[in-house]
Structure formats: C-alpha cells, structure tokens
C-alpha cells in the first residue's frame, strides 16, 4: 500500500486567484493522479503526472487551468488557475502500486466564493 | 471505451442483515476492477480488488465482491452490515491493456444507509 498526504486539507478562495495543492507520498511511485470530485459527483481524472515529463491531460483539462509538477517520484503539486466558484471541488491525489491498486489520499476541500 | 454502472443512488439496509451494492462494467480486455468507500470529509478507501484468480474476493471490513465474467458484474456484498458501514461507494474498472496505462474510470457511485 501507500500512505499519501495532501496539503492544504481545505482552502476557500477568492475567484480569479490560484491555489497549489501539494501531494507526498511514502514511497517511490512512478505514476501519480490527480482527481476532481465535484460536489455530489464522482471522480474524474484530471491528469496523469509523470516524473521528468509533462503531464499528461484528460479531455477538457488544460495546462494552463491546471498547471502539475512532478520533481520528484514522492512529490507532485496541481494548481488550480484563475479559480471561478465552478472549481469547488474535492482535489485528490492517487498513486498506484505495483500491486495494481490505486491509492488515494485524503483530499483537499476547495470553496471558491 | 470504458464504463461502470451503479445502477442505485443509494441502498437502505438494516443493521444486521446482508448488504449488496451492485456495480456492472464495460471494458476490452480483461478487466481489473476495485471497490472504494468514501466517509464523510475524507479521502477514498481501497477495499478490494479483482485482478486474476478466484472469482470471490475478500476485503476489508468483512466487505466480499463477486466476479461474473458473463453478466459483467461486481457486486459487493456483506453478510451482517453495521451502522458504520453507511458511506458512499464506488466501483472502479480498468482493463489490463489500457493504453493510457493505469487509468481508472469510476461509477457513479451509491450512497449506503444502515440503519438500527
């Protein structure tokens, strides 16, 4: 398993600022997730994170909304750009293993007024 | 392309009785499928997984699912729910040949109630 921790564990924000979530993982992983979770929804990805590399976006995301980092293979931010009242969300992090299981961590809980 | 369906928003229980969420899959491939549970403010949990092998999985928390190659299907069950097992649940599919490598896509997810 892993054990991932986010930073903050929740924000509320002004519209128009930016927002960088931090995510530590306890071991090495190759690959590194970022989620959303809109209210009353379920999950979906925003992008793959891959150390050394760009991310790796799914439709409807984009770099400049959502710019990631990777530096490191425990360490991995996303900020949330020129925040609108619609990027209220829950923000969570995944690794996967190499048991084939994504782990996720605790998220973090952004209100964007 | 690759799906999940929770056909339930929500599943009422007694405390006591057996519990089934039910979760049905569209995937290429042989499929890996996972179950997840969300409390209140907190992150997802894993519970179980179905990757190979024996078609009944255990899990955590006395939590079980079954895999049904021919109905497409992996529901999760319990024998006796508790109170606190009320929480939201989400079934999860990938297929081993996911060109995208690792991406999960996740149902809808079904709110559990478990009540005295």
């Known amino acids: 398993s892993a054990v991932i921790s986010q930073k903050p564990s929740r924000d509320i924000c002004q519209r128009g600022t930016s927002l960088t979530i931090q995510c530590q993982v306890d071991?090495?992983?190759?690959?590194m997730f970022w989620y959303r979770q809109q209210p009353g929804q379920s999950l979906t990805l925003i992008a793959t994170?891959?150390?050394?590399?760009?991310?790796?976006?799914e439709s409807g995301f984009v770099i400049d909304k959502f710019p990631i980092s990777r530096p490191n293979l425990t360490f991995s931010t996303l900020t949330v750009s020129n925040m609108s009242p619609e990027d209220s969300s829950i923000y969570l992090c995944?690794?996967?293993?190499?048991?084939?299981?994504?782990?996720f961590g605790p998220g973090t809980r952004l209100l964007v007024l | 392309a690759q799906s999940v369906a929770q056909p339930e928003d929500q599943v009422n229980v007694a405390e006591g009785n057996p519990l089934t969420v039910k979760c049905t899959y569209s995937?290429?491939?042989?499929?890996?499928l996972f179950w997840y549970v969300q409390y209140p403010n907190r992150g997802l949990q894993f519970l179980l997984k179905?990757?190979?092998?024996?078609?009944l999985v255990k899990g955590s928390y006395g939590f079980e699912a079954e895999f049904n190659k021919s109905q497409t299907s992996f529901h999760l069950k319990k024998p006796s729910a508790l109170v606190s097992d009320s929480a939201l649940y989400f079934c999860a599919v990938r297929g081993d040949n996911t060109g995208g490598g690792n991406k999960l896509t996740f149902g809808t997810g079904t709110q559990l109630k478990v009540e005295l």
């Open positions: 995944s690794v996967t293993t190499g048991e084939q299981t994504q782990y």
């Open positions: 995937v290429s491939g042989n499929p890996y």
């Open positions: 179905y990757i190979t092998g024996d078609n």
């Open positions: 071991s090495q992983v190759t690959m």
């Open positions: 994170a891959n150390q050394g590399s760009e991310a790796t976006y």
